[in-house]
């Protein structure tokens, strides 16, 4: 940071609505983009001056969309520091939380589709925020301020300020109106990203859960089920691995990070017993930063191994979904051994019934699922029609064996899977597809 400077270029009068600021453009050396700042009254060489850093939005600032709070807070703060008489807001120009506009529409796309905004950022390979305080702090040095006290809900921004420097006397709450719109988007800033809001206010605006499969006939009043991601890698031709049990590592590392993001975004992770055989997987959150998701393993006949990897884990325990064939004797040393077995009914072929096993899970609050497979999982998630979305990535490989998906099944006539609002992107060697999943006649 000490080889980052920034430049005043030129402060001009800015008469608002709010009040009378001056309009100060600095450069730097770091981004080359032009941040800006709003100063009201006498800030330097003051202690506790009331400033907001406030990220661009230009869907909330300009627009005025109902999504986010974000034009709410720039105004907002504009006039708690117009009515004070002397304040800062500094304006970065780091859009949709540091990922830029493109990224952010793309974001709000997913969102639309039932993912929350962290979900949303780690699918298109971000982190749920990528923002950068440092021009921020060297603002507040050239202005001269002592000690600040900080208009902001995100107490990351106040330990991002504090580790370059800043001295932060105080934290200002900045609340802005909830709606409809954006009360899941508020809720999940105060979940999953630490953000110190009123619960109480956000509550009443939030829609009862209703995640349903794409096309399987159910509807809320039947049964409600988590939403389900499908997520494999796969070689060029189709292929997974040479052989049904042998393990064969296939996406590059670039790849591999991604599905631990996914695996961080998702309430539960499932495989069937099958991947447990053959590749002893640890499903765990490990090359990113996050939280792991709920290990669940469809084993309907309990061939679950005492020596698998996820019973000597220090973390979340398996839960394995089984039937009433299973070997009594392994229920026992299997639940000794810390995982939480579950009997539920059989399908027509004697495997565990895959609609009982989401009905079971969003009872037992997972409201998101990663299935990773294998073949004859992936291919029974796409025959019972249970997927919402797939993300599927291609490495540039061929490879005689077994393909990711098997014999189909098709239901309601000649009804076939497809994916639509389709992205690709690259990560290393490998292309990513996602889509949303639906069935539509052939």
Not at 98 to 113: S, T, V
Not at 166 to 173: A, E, G, K, Y
Not at 293 to 321: C, E, Y
Not at 353 to 374: F, M, P, T
Request: glycine share 8%.
């Amino acid at each position: 940071m000490n080889n980052i400077q920034v430049e005043q270029l030129n402060c001009v009068r800015l008469p608002t609505d709010e009040g009378e600021f001056q309009l100060c453009l600095y450069a730097n050396n770091y981004d080359q983009k032009d941040h800006l700042a709003l100063v009201i009254g006498n800030i330097g060489h003051q202690e506790n001056v009331l400033v907001r850093i406030h990220s661009e939005c230009f869907t909330g600032d300009v627009l005025g969309s109902m999504r986010c709070d974000c034009g709410q807070q720039l105004h907002l703060a504009m006039r708690y520091i117009a009515t004070e008489g002397a304040g800062i807001i500094i304006y970065l120009r780091q859009e949709g939380r540091g990922i830029g506009l493109a990224n952010k529409l793309r974001a709000y796309e997913l969102q639309d589709q039932g993912y929350d905004t962290v979900e949303a950022n780690h699918i298109l390979g971000h982190q749920a925020d990528e923002r950068d305080y440092t021009i921020a702090a060297r603002i507040l040095e050239d202005l001269g301020v002592r000690s600040i006290r900080m208009l902001t809900n995100n107490p990351d921004k106040i330990e991002s300020l504090q580790r370059m420097g800043i001295v932060v006397s105080d934290r200002v709450p900045l609340y802005a109106l909830v709606n409809r719109e954006n009360a899941g988007y508020l809720m999940t800033k105060m979940k999953r990203m630490r953000h110190m809001l009123n619960l109480d206010k956000i509550v009443p605006f939030l829609e009862p859960t209703t995640i349903k499969v794409s096309n399987g006939g159910y509807t809320p009043d039947k049964a409600v089920f988590p939403m389900v991601t499908l997520s494999y890698a796969q070689a060029v031709n189709g292929s997974i691995t040479h052989s049904r049990g042998e393990q064969l590592q296939i996406s590059s590392t670039e790849s591999m990070m991604l599905t631990h993001k996914l695996r961080d975004t998702h309430d539960a992770i499932l495989v069937g017993i099958g991947t447990l055989l053959a590749d002893d997987p640890q499903l765990n959150v490990r090359l990113v930063r996050g939280r792991d998701p709920q290990p669940v393993v469809l084993d309907s006949h309990l061939r679950f191994p005492l020596s698998a990897r996820l019973l000597a884990s220090t973390g979340r325990k398996p839960w394995i979904m089984t039937t009433d064939q299973a070997d009594p004797v392994r229920h026992v040393e299997l639940e000794r051994a810390g995982a939480q077995i579950f009997f539920l009914p059989s399908d027509a072929h004697g495997r565990v019934d895959l609609r009982a096993v989401l009905a079971l899970l969003y009872q037992k609050q997972i409201e998101s699922v990663l299935v990773e497979g294998g073949a004859e999982i992936i291919t029974s998630f796409l025959n019972e029609q249970l997927v919402n979305r797939a993300i599927i990535t291609i490495a540039p490989i061929f490879i005689s064996g077994l393909n990711a998906v098997g014999a189909m099944e098709y239901q309601n006539g000649f009804a076939v899977p497809r994916l639509r609002k389709i992205q690709q992107r690259r990560l290393g060697d490998d292309m990513i597809l996602s889509g949303e999943v639906v069935w539509e006649d052939s």
